[in-house]
């Protein structure tokens, strides 16, 4: 599994906190930008680059973005075929997103989460697995 990161200027400083605790829970991690601070950047484009990315092999990589609200990544996130992005704030929507709905993106607000928060939630995030309860099943597969 590679994990591909993306995030604008709302949600770089988290993006750069995740690097290297992605690494240590012993995930591959590809960074899509930004590689510096530019308020001028627009998360659509960091949205797209991871999407266009885990849509290539959306049941084994995973991406993760961030921006302000994290709302405006899942919407972008969520044109590209084959991706559940999922806006999370906290750990029962991070194990929900997972469990109940394959999430394959996950999406996080770099102006109201803190570095610990952001912390458990990926962990969390990444550790819970999809139910594959026919239910389930049958909903992505209207969803599709």
Not at 46 to 72: H, M, R, T, Y
Request: hydrophobic share 40%; glycine share 6%.
């Amino acid at each position: 599994m590679v994990i591909y990161l993306g995030a604008d200027h709302r949600g770089f400083k988290i993006k750069e906190v995740l690097k290297p605790f992605l690494k240590e829970l012993g995930h591959e991690v590809v960074d899509l930008g930004n590689d510096h601070v530019d308020e001028n950047d627009d998360y659509p484009d960091f949205a797209n680059a991871v999407a266009k990315k885990v849509s290539q092999n959306p049941e084994i990589d995973k991406g993760i973005l961030i921006c302000g609200s994290g709302i405006g990544m899942a919407i972008a996130a969520n044109k590209f075929e084959n991706i559940r992005a999922a806006q999370v704030d906290k750990i029962e929507q991070a194990v929900l997103s997972k469990k109940d709905n394959n999430a394959n993106v996950l999406t996080l607000s770099g102006n109201d989460l803190s570095e610990s928060e952001v912390k458990e939630i990926v962990k969390i995030w990444l550790e819970t697995p999809f139910s594959k309860e026919e239910k389930h099943e049958r909903r992505l597969k209207k969803i599709r």
